[in-house]
Structures are given as C-alpha cells and as structure tokens.
C-alpha cells in the first residue's frame, strides 16, 4: 500500500492570496488526483496530475485556479490561486495502486 | 456525466442490527466497486472492494455487486457505535480516477 504525506494539514488564508499544497508519496506511483471536499458534501474530482506533462482537467476547474505541477512519480503540488471564501474546503491528493490511497487531506479557509 | 447515485440519510440503527447501504452508478464501463468509510475531520478509509458480480464477505461487511442492475451494496452486520460514519460509494474504470457518491450518514445508536 502506498502511503502519502500531504502538507499543510490544514491554513487560514486571506482572499486574493495563493496557497501551495504537497503530496509526497512513498513508491513511485502512476496514477495521481486531486480532489475537493466541500462542506458536508463528496469528493469532486478536480484533476489528474500527469507526470512529464500538463494535468487533465474536469469540467468547471481550470488550470489558472487550479495549477497543478508532477515533476516526477512520487510528488505533486496543487496551488489554489486567488482565493475567495468560496474555495474554503478540504482538499485532498489520491494515488492508485490497485486501489486508492488518500492523503490526510488540507483544511483550507479563507477569511 | 458519469453519476453515482446514493441516499444522504441519515440512516439511523440500533446497535446490533444490520445496516444496509445502497448505491447506483450510471456508467456501464465501471470495472471497480469501492467503499470508503469517512469520519468526521477524516480522510476517506476504504472498507471494502469489488470486482465481479455477486457478493463478498469481510468480517461484518459485506458488499453485493449487480452490474446488470448497475447496483452495488454495503451490508454491515452487527452495527456498532463506531460505525458511525459517512460511507461513500465509488466507482472507476482501470486507470481511471474514482467517481465518489455523495456518501450516506450512517448513526448507530446503544
């Protein structure tokens, strides 16, 4: 099983500010997404970070919101850029080897 | 746009009983059937995993599979305080990313 650490664990941001969140996986793995978990609600898929390449990305998240770097198999970075109140969620980094593993997920607010 | 379907609950259970979980998934081509179970504050923790039709057993847990109906179940048998908890349905295609459900709320009471 692949075990992942994600950074921070949880920030107070100030609108029209970015913050920066890393996953650090423990074995080289494929298959990395980025996921957000609004208040009491699902994971929503917000893209696939593709190692050697630009992410993939679901409908209504783009990538000048929501920049996303893979510079190699066993890290990933998601920025959130100019946040509003709105973006307050947790978000949450995933890896599949032969099942999903989820990273202790980032608490983000912002004031 | 691929779905997958499940009833917010709560659910609510006496110890000792049996909860029953249901799920519904709209794309055909879903390969792989997930549970995650997820405290509150918590990262989602997967409960259990299934591939084919049928059922599988886990303990207290059994899932049930029917790709014809496009359905897939979380039984939980002797239900306990403990298992209180949002449990999320989801579904995949191979090398794909998982589509979660919205989650059942799941309340056991003693």
């Known amino acids: 099983s692949a075990v992942i650490s994600q950074k921070p664990s949880r920030d107070i941001c100030q609108r029209g500010t970015s913050l920066t969140i890393q996953c650090q996986v423990d074995?080289?793995?494929?298959?990395m997404f980025w996921y957000r978990q609004q208040p009491g609600q699902s994971l929503t898929l917000i893209a696939t970070?593709?190692?050697?390449?630009?992410?993939?990305?679901e409908s209504g998240f783009v990538i000048d919101k929501f920049p996303i770097s893979r510079p190699n198999l066993t890290f990933s970075t998601l920025t959130v850029s100019n946040m509003s109140p709105e973006d307050s969620s947790i978000y949450l980094c995933?890896?599949?080897?032969?099942?999903?593993?989820f990273g202790q997920g980032t608490r983000l607010t912002v004031v | 746009q691929k779905e997958v379907e499940q009833n917010s609950g709560p659910l609510s259970v006496p110890e000792g009983a049996i909860a029953s979980l249901n799920c519904t998934y709209s794309?055909?081509?879903?390969?792989?059937f997930f549970w995650y179970r997820q405290y509150s504050g918590k990262s989602p923790e997967l409960i259990m995993s299934i591939y084919s039709n049928g059922d599988k057993e886990d303990g207290r847990f059994t899932a049930q599979l029917n790709k014809a109906s496009q359905y897939v179940s979380l039984l939980i048998r002797d239900s306990q305080p403990s298992d209180s908890a949002t449990y999320l349905c989801?579904?995949?295609?191979?090398?794909?990313?998982?589509?979660f459900g919205k989650g059942t709320t799941l309340s056991v009471s003693s």
């Open positions: 074995s080289q793995v494929t298959m």
């Open positions: 970070a593709n190692q050697g390449s630009e992410a993939t990305y």
């Open positions: 995933s890896v599949w080897d032969r099942e999903a593993f």
């Open positions: 989801a579904v995949n295609q191979a090398g794909t990313a998982l589509i």
């Open positions: 794309d055909r081509g879903s390969q792989s």
